[in-house]
C-alpha cells in the first residue's frame, strides 16, 4: 500500500511528530536537493505525477485552460479553477500548490476569498503574478500591498498557506531585469511571501545572483537552455517547475501520432 506523505512520522526525542501537508510542502523547498514539481491539469495527470515519485504537484492553469477551451490569461472563471483543484486534492495524497495567476479578481478582497476557498480545498500554497494583463508589471509597492494583505489574513486566521510570488521580469525581457528581479524579491520577501518565482531565468550566473539576493527559496522553470538539475542544486536553486511544456508535449506527440494514422491508414503508431 502506497504511504500518505501527510501521514508520515517524524521522531523527535522519542515523541511522534505528524506533519501536515503545509508542513511536508515548506519543508521540501529547503532540502539540498531541488523539488521538482509536476505541473497537472487534471486527475489522471496528477495521479501519473505521483505514481511517478514526484513529491508535490501544482497546477499548471495554461494547460487547464486549454483543455477547457480558453486561451491562458485568467479567461476561464475561478470556479473552474476551483473545481478542478477539489477534484485533484480528492485523489492525490501529496501536496498541491495552484497556480492563481493574478488572483482571479480584481481587488484585494476577491483575492483572499479565493485564497479561503482554495484552502478549505486542501491545498497548501499558490503562484501569485506581478504582471498584467497588458504585458506589464505591476508597479513593485501595488504588488508588496497584495501580498502583504494576504500574509497578514493568513496570519489573522492562522492558516498555513504558502505563497509562491511570481515575479515576470526574464518572461517579459524588461529592461535591466536582474536588477529588477532583485529589488521585486526584497520588497516581496519583506511583504511575507514563502518563495520567489523567476520564470525564463535560465543563465546560470544570474540565478546566483537572484539566490544570494534573497532568503527566499528561488523557484525556476523548465526551459530548454535550463541547466541540468545538479548544476541548479549547486547554485542554490530550490524549486524547479515545468509549467506547461509537459502538457505540450503531449499534444505534439498526439499530433505526430494521429498524422502517422493518417498516412500509415492503420493505428499501428498507437500500439
Known sequence: ??????????????KET??????????????????????????????????????AVATSSAAIADTLGYKDGQNMSFDMLLENAI???????????????????????????????????????????????DAKLRSTESFQKIISAIANHLSRKNRQFFINVRTDTFLLKI???LEETLNRAKAYEAAGANGIFVPFIYDINEIKKVVAGTSLPVHVLSMKELPDF?????AGVKRISMGSWLYRAMKRW?????TSIQTDQNFSSIF
Open 230 to 234: 545538479s548544476i541548479l542544486a549547486d
Open 175 to 177: 529592461p535591466n531585469a
Open 1 to 14: 500500500m502506497r504511504a500518505n506523505p501527510a501521514n508520515l512520522v517524524a521522531l523527535n526525542n522519542s
Open 87 to 133: 477534484r485533484i486534492k480528492r485523489n492525490i495524497s501529496v501536496p498541491l500548490s495552484v497556480d492563481m495567476e493574478r488572483g482571479y479578481a480584481d481587488t484585494i478582497p476577491g483575492i483572499l476569498e479565493n485564497i479561503d476557498q482554495l484552502h478549505e480545498a486542501g491545498v497548501v500554497g499558490i503562484n501569485i503574478e506581478d504582471s498584467l494583463p
Open 254 to 258: 498526439m499530433q505526430q501520432t494521429l
Open 18 to 55: 505528524i506533519m501536515n501537508d503545509f508542513e511536508i510542502f515548506s519543508q521540501l523547498h529547503y532540502n539540498d536537493t531541488p523539488l521538482v514539481i509536476g505541473n497537472a491539469w487534471d486527475v489522471s495527470s496528477a495521479k501519473l505525477f505521483e505514481e511517478n515519485g514526484f513529491k
